[in-house]
């Protein structure tokens, strides 16, 4: 089973800054099957980025996704009030795993 | 508009079962692989089991293997959870979402259904 390991466990932002959330994998992830997601409180996870760098239906292009083999990053250039939330990642080179999550709250 | 509505969540003895439906509505279900996911109270989310879209393979995490079994219903466009010896531990939110997808990811989630084991 692949492990992913995200960091940091929180990250306190202010609205307009940029936030840079990591995603390492215990093996690579080949093809780069690695999606992110955003879940807020009471709600479900949502679809953010597909493929490591491809933004889903509807996301804004303040999101962006990288990396590629065991190391992947999510970016959000400048934080919006409704980005405040926890971000997952997900891999899909063989049985499905998420990370633990990071949450990014306001300072 | 896609939309995934879970149903069938509740409260249920230790040993007991339950068997959790997800009807799916806005594309052609037959078309889709689905999936379950849980997420236990404060903590992150597991993978559960995946159908393929014609219903003819399905693969489940270890944690569920031989208590939990999956199907559909291309009909009905429906999607079921049936859960079997539940523990505490299986106590969490189920959603149902579509996919993986072509990179593996899912791409639509319903709202979720709350599945309690408990005493």
């Known amino acids: 089973e692949i492990v992913l390991t995200q960091s940091p466990g929180t990250l306190s932002l202010s609205p307009g800054e940029r936030a840079t959330l990591s995603c390492r994998a215990s093996?690579?992830?080949?093809?780069?099957?690695l999606a992110w997601y955003q879940q807020k409180p009471g709600q479900a996870p949502r679809l953010l980025i597909y493929g490591a760098s491809s933004r889903a239906t509807g996301i804004p292009d303040r999101f962006s996704g990288s990396g590629s083999g065991t190391d992947f990053t999510l970016t959000i250039s400048r934080l919006e009030p409704e980005d405040f939330a926890v971000y997952y990642c997900q891999q899909y080179r063989s049985s499905p795993t998420f990370g633990p999550g990071t949450k990014v709250d306001i300072k | 508009q896609v939309q995934l509505v879970e149903s069938g969540g509740g409260l249920v003895k230790p040993g007991g079962s339950l068997r959790l439906s997800c009807a799916a509505s806005?594309?052609?279900?037959?078309?889709?692989?689905m999936t379950w996911i849980r997420q236990a109270p404060g903590k992150g989310l597991e993978w559960i089991s995946y159908i393929t879209s014609s219903g003819s393979t399905i693969y489940s995490a270890d944690s569920v293997k031989g208590r939990f079994t999956i199907s559909r219903d291309n009909a009905k466009n429906s999607l079921f959870l049936q859960m079997n010896s539940l523990r505490a531990e299986d106590t969490a939110v189920y959603y149902c979402?579509?996919?993986?997808?072509?990179?593996?990811?899912?791409?639509?989630w319903g709202q979720g259904t709350l599945v309690t084991v408990s005493s």
């Open positions: 979402a579509r996919g993986p997808a072509d990179f593996g990811d899912y791409d639509y």
């Open positions: 093996q690579s992830v080949s093809s780069g099957f």
């Open positions: 806005g594309f052609t279900f037959s078309d889709y692989y």
